[in-house]
């Protein structure tokens, strides 16, 4: 499996920015796609995830109302829309497939088995 991010760059505080997922081979019913970030001096944290299925999603905190994930099946694809960006939210957004994802590991970097290169979004102030 690859996977491939796209969309990041910069942008003015309060502007969007929509990033792409793109992954190559086969994304399990049973699995889930999730997008973490990692900003200079910090760990890698959550962000949102949407469940292959059923397209359950799941937001961390800082970002509940203000991103939203969602996917193309048929695509193989899964986009973060971001609105309303602020400059706490730079950082290299990386996206990732778990094979097998439930609501109790869905938020864990650690069980996703394959991850993109990352993407980096700046937010000016």
């Known amino acids: 499996v690859q996977v491939v991010e796209s969309g990041g760059g910069l942008v003015q505080a309060g502007g969007s920015l929509r990033l792409s997922c793109e992954v190559s081979g086969r994304i399990f019913n049973s699995g889930a796609v999730g997008w973490f970030r990692q900003a200079p001096g910090k760990e890698r944290e959550f962000v949102a995830a949407i469940m292959w299925s059923d397209r359950s999603t799941y937001y961390s905190d800082p970002v509940q109302g203000r991103f939203s994930i969602s996917r193309d099946k048929a695509k193989n694809e899964v986009y973060l829309q971001m609105d309303s960006l602020k400059p706490e939210d730079t950082a290299v957004y990386y996206c990732?497939?778990?094979?097998?994802?439930?609501?109790?590991?869905?938020?864990?970097?650690?069980?996703?088995?394959?991850w993109g290169h990352g993407t980096q979004v700046t937010v000016s102030a």
């Open positions: 990732a497939v778990d094979d097998w994802s439930g609501y109790d590991r869905i938020k864990v970097s650690r069980w996703y088995d394959d």
